[in-house]
């Protein structure tokens, strides 16, 4: 069984390789510039300006992996995002979901932030349809705001996901990122 294990390991990390590689060659196709622009970015995963969810989920990927925040991805910023969000451990995973969430940068999660989460695209996989977003960051910051000061830093964003298994599937954004991925990439596929 274990063997059995490694082999299906082994053979889902050849296909976020042979994934990433696609997504590559899509990458040299539509931007021989070299700088992917957010609409290109929502092209290349065929995401239209009518789903507001798919957007807003698309543009916080691209801000997070904008790295010198000229308002483009280059091919290493890009490759660096896929084999984050289809490769990454638990710990990079989270630390990239925390980034992504702390929309000043200021190293903290307020109220605001946390109740902009995109987490529409999570609904089904969790109990939260029936819950308003300030009923959602109620409970987060219950579960996860140590100190109870407002705020929450990364140490506490880390651990509260870890330790309570609602907050781990609702601010682990990454998971629901690599289903996308995946899921768009299939839809990239079919449509070349």
């Not at 696609?22 to 070299?34: A, R």
Request: with cysteine; proline share 2%; glycine share 6%.
């Amino acid at each position: 069984m274990a063997e059995a294990m490694g082999q299906e390991e082994s053979h889902n990390e050849e296909m976020d390789l042979a994934r990433i590689h696609e997504l590559c060659v899509i990458f040299m196709k539509e931007c021989p510039s070299g700088a992917l622009h957010l609409h290109e970015l929502k092209k290349i995963f065929g995401v239209s300006s009518s789903s507001v969810e798919e957007s807003l989920f698309i543009e916080t990927i691209f801000n997070s992996f904008d790295t010198n925040k000229d308002n483009t991805l280059d091919f290493l910023e890009y490759v660096a995002a896929l084999h984050l969000i289809l490769r990454g451990n638990l710990e990079d995973r989270l630390k990239w979901s925390f980034k992504m969430y702390d929309n000043d940068g200021n190293g903290r999660l307020d109220r605001t932030e946390v109740k902009r989460l995109p987490h529409g695209a999570l609904d089904k996989h969790l109990d939260i349809i029936s819950m308003t977003p300030s009923q959602i960051c109620d409970r987060i910051f219950e579960l996860v705001d140590q100190n109870n000061d407002g705020e929450i830093t990364l140490l506490e964003f880390m651990e509260g996901a870890q330790k309570d298994e609602w907050v781990m599937n609702l601010l682990k954004l990454d998971v629901n990122a690599t289903g996308w991925v995946i899921q768009n990439c299939g839809r990239l596929q079919s449509a070349t």
